[in-house]
């Protein structure tokens, strides 16, 4: 069992920056894939942005492309998601998750493990 628990989240104006923060129980790296995904009220949960544990291989989604960066920490076992030119838009709960499978996946039912979430607004 995996425990996630984010850290980071806020309140910033359009254009500001924040950094989210995911610390795993156990020593996950070279065993999970992980990833963050964001929801909105009355939406469904979408991914933003994931990172094999190896460490070099990242991916995103195209709207946070450019202005979003994941990168992990494997000797304190937490990976960070760094937020810029942040825009009304990207308010959400973000939630940090783990898969235990071999692969890269966008889909939320891929991944076994999630965090509490933490609150990112942007207000504009």
């Known amino acids: 069992q995996v425990h996630l628990v984010e850290s980071g989240g806020g309140l910033v104006q359009a254009g500001g920056s924040l950094r989210l923060s995911c610390a795993a129980s156990?020593?996950?790296?070279?065993?999970?894939?992980m990833g963050w995904f964001r929801q909105a009220p009355g939406e469904e949960r979408e991914f933003v942005a994931a990172?094999?544990?190896?460490?070099?291989?990242?991916i995103y989604a195209e709207s946070v492309k450019g202005r979003f960066t994941i990168s992990g920490d494997s000797a304190k076992n937490t990976i960070k998601l760094s937020m810029d030119s942040l825009k009304s838009d990207d308010t959400a709960v973000y939630y940090c998750?783990?898969?235990?499978?071999?692969?890269?996946?966008?889909?939320?039912?891929?991944?076994?493990?999630w965090g509490q979430g933490a609150q990112v607004t942007v207000s504009s």
């Open positions: 990172i094999a544990w190896s460490g070099e291989v990242v």
């Open positions: 998750a783990a898969r235990s499978r071999y692969g890269f996946s966008r889909v939320p039912t891929a991944y076994d493990y």
């Open positions: 156990e020593d996950t790296f070279n065993s999970y894939y």
